[in-house]
């Protein structure tokens, strides 16, 4: 594989200002909170999203395209104790142009929580919770394909952050059609150095993919994948108008440990961010792609080296310079809405690229009286 020699410099220019690597998604995060006074208590609640993201791409390794729609998920909590949580309701998403409802389902999760360590069995805390970067984990599946089933083990602390997971996608049976499917998951990062008020960090993630089983009727090879990333980042708070200033850079490796059926075995990137953050929840970001032969299985789309809608097409070095504009408004308590702009300039294709979305989150819970 290929090194180019001005994407490495890019990242180690990044590094040495590193900052935190994903996007600010925490308006999309919808964690089980677990607490104290909360022992004993039944409640109702509610999380919904309505989106609307325009992609306007051309010419280019994929089409553009339109996620119009809105989800739901209603839920009762019950709190057993301080340290223990069971949820259970039902997930709806509606697209909008389509009569029936893209996904219903059941949801049902127990969450176990002991100071700065918490476990969830059933519907995990899934998708942007995980605090992956786009080149691993498209920002998109939070829209189309969010809910994750199976176990999870979390720490949060202020210095440290671990999510480590395993979400089976599809259970097999006799004589199956399908191979049984199975993502598991690594997010941290800990910070390791504090200089005045900045404070510098390291992410490490690990995404991992296998298909196969001894069950079915389908005749394909056993497939394992594996995506990572490693860098580092620094986070500096600022007086006056602007709030913090983030830089980060890190590099991503993918392989195919089966070697069977991605059009390359194996690939590498680069990805650096720069994000200016205001008091008034509008951030201003820059950052540079430069891929040789990536593939991310559930990677953004505009980062592979393979065309998520076609296969056969293919550009084994993509190279971008994408600048966001994102700004979350606090219309209410529990209410937000999120308004984005993404343009981006295609360096290998030569051509200017960009999308922009509307979101509207929200959030809520009511109480009842403790139990008897």
Known sequence: ?????????????????????????????????????????????LNALSFFKNNEYTGTIIDGYTLFGYQFQPYVSYNLNKNVRIDAGGYF??????????????????????????????????????????????????????????????????DFFLDTWIDWQYMQYWLDTKQEQLVAGLSVQKRILKIGSGSLSVPFQILTRHQGGQLDIAGLPIQTL???????????????????????????????????????????????NATLSTKFGLDLMASYWKGNEFQAFDGGKIYQAVSYFDPTRIQPSPQLMIFRVLYDYKVAPNLYLTLRYEPYFDLAFHTFQYSYAVYVNYRDKYYFKRRR
Not at 105 to 114: C, D, G, H, L, N
Not at 124 to 137: G, K, T
Not at 247 to 267: F, I, M, P
């Open 1 to 45: 594989m290929r090194i180019c020699p001005f994407s490495l410099v890019f990242f180690l220019i990044a590094c040495i200002f590193p900052s935190f690597a994903q996007l600010n998604n925490r308006v999309f995060e919808d964690r089980m909170v677990v607490e104290e006074a909360d022992s004993g208590k039944f409640s109702v609640g």
């Open 93 to 158: 998403q509606k697209d909008f142009g389509n009569n029936k409802f893209s996904t219903t389902a059941p949801i049902f999760s127990i969450k176990w929580r002991k100071k700065e360590y918490s476990l969830i069995f059933g519907n995990l805390e899934s998708s942007l919770n995980h605090r992956l970067i786009e080149p691993l984990y498209d920002f998109e599946r939070v829209l189309n394909n969010r809910l994750e089933t199976g176990v999870q083990f979390q720490i949060h602390r202020d």
């Open 226 to 272: 594996f995506n990572t990333a490693v860098g580092l980042n620094w986070t500096q708070p600022v007086n006056g108008l602007f709030r913090q200033v983030t830089l980060n850079g890190l590099y991503l490796y993918d392989k195919d440990l089966t070697h069977s059926r991605q059009a390359y075995y194996d690939g590498n990137g680069y990805y650096a």
